[in-house]
């Protein structure tokens, strides 16, 4: 709800048992209070994400960081198993990202528009299993110009994996 809304760092849900706002992040919550999901990260949050703010996290929800400003989202202390829809679409700033060990599938446009340029899925070569062909399609370069050169585009992973297959396709 709050795409596009470029300098918004904090929205106050008055103690409500759903959600929760903390570093311009949107948590779902879980009956007892610890954070379930992502719903969204919010455009005025800018730098890195670091893994112990998302830690205990099980899943993204589409769109989660669609259109926002961080630089790396550190992934690697979640339990999330799905890069859903749009979760990084339109990310112009985003340089890195670190996928969790948890990791099996990646979604249709989860990267479209994105500036990645640096993928680090070594933690999840093993259960990676299913990377939708369009996951990664309008890759862009941070000036939001098409990205035709993919050689500047790095994947860390392990040798004979399914991200290795697709970082050789890029």
Known sequence: PFYKCDSLKSVNFQN?????CENSIIFGLAGDGSRL????CLGGRTGYVEPTELEGVSKLE???????????????KTTVNTI???????????????????????E?????GSAVEFF??????????LISQYAFSGLVREDGEER?????????CEQDSIAERIGNLQ
């Open 16 to 20: 409500s048992p759903y959600y929760s």
């Open 84 to 106: 859903p829809k749009e979760a990084f679409a339109n990310t112009l700033k985003l340089g890195r990202i670190v996928f969790p060990s948890s990791l099996q599938a990646i």
């Open 37 to 40: 999901s992502i719903v969204e």
């Open 62 to 76: 589409e769109a989660a960081f669609k259109g926002s400003n961080v630089r790396q989202v550190d992934l690697s």
């Open 120 to 129: 680090n899925a070594s933690n999840a070569s093993n259960t990676l299993s």
């Open 148 to 156: 035709t050169d993919y050689s500047e585009v790095t994947w860390v």
């Open 108 to 112: 249709d446009y989860a990267f479209e």
